[in-house]
């Protein structure tokens, strides 16, 4: 799976997922911190990912070994201030109480689940546009 990030603003960073091939959610994270652990973006690169059941986000998947990082998820979410260093999962980009974000998570994260249903682990490359 590929997360490509497009745009970087105060609001956040903005990415698209593509899984073989084909784009399917839209992604937020926080704008890049030099790395720092629950406010920033990671770093570009390629990570193992593996199935995790989150107590508050329940079926997802932890971003493993990101240098001097902690436990980093895929999750639902509408703006960067709900990420904590992790990925929000989402259909479309949209305006939220006047803020850059992203929305109708529920379904983009479920596609994200459903597209990796009887997976354990996958090969997530991030990259810049």
Same mark, same amino acid.
């Given at each position: 799976?590929?997360?490509?990030?497009?745009?970087?603003?105060?609001?956040?960073?903005?990415? =698209?997922?593509?899984?073989?091939?084909?784009?399917?959610?839209?992604?937020?994270? *926080?704008?890049?911190? *030099? *790395?720092?652990?629950?406010?920033?973006?990671?770093? =570009?690169?390629?990570?193992?990912?593996?199935?995790?059941?989150?107590?508050?986000?329940? *079926?997802?998947?932890?971003?493993?070994?990101?240098?001097?990082?902690?436990?980093?998820?895929?999750?639902?979410?509408?703006?960067?201030?709900?990420?904590?260093?992790?990925?929000? =999962?989402?259909?479309? &980009?949209?305006?939220?109480?006047?803020?850059?974000?992203?929305?109708?998570?529920?379904?983009? &994260?479920?596609?994200?689940?459903?597209?990796?249903?009887?997976?354990?682990? &996958?090969?997530?490359?991030?990259?810049?546009?």
């Amino acid at each position: 799976m590929i997360l490509k990030r497009i745009a970087e603003t105060e609001a956040g960073t903005f990415g =698209v997922l593509i899984h073989e091939g084909t784009p399917f959610a839209v992604t937020l994270e *926080n704008p890049w911190i *030099n *790395n720092k652990p629950l406010q920033s973006c990671i770093p =570009v690169g390629k990570y193992e990912c593996d199935r995790y059941q989150a107590p508050k986000h329940g *079926n997802t998947f932890r971003v493993m070994d990101v240098i001097d990082r902690g436990v980093i998820l895929f999750h639902r979410g509408n703006i960067s201030k709900e990420t904590n260093g992790c990925i929000l =999962v989402a259909e479309s &980009f949209e305006e939220i109480n006047l803020i850059d974000g992203i929305s109708n998570s529920r379904k983009g &994260f479920s596609e994200f689940i459903s597209k990796l249903e009887g997976v354990d682990s &996958f090969e997530l490359i991030i990259k810049d546009a």
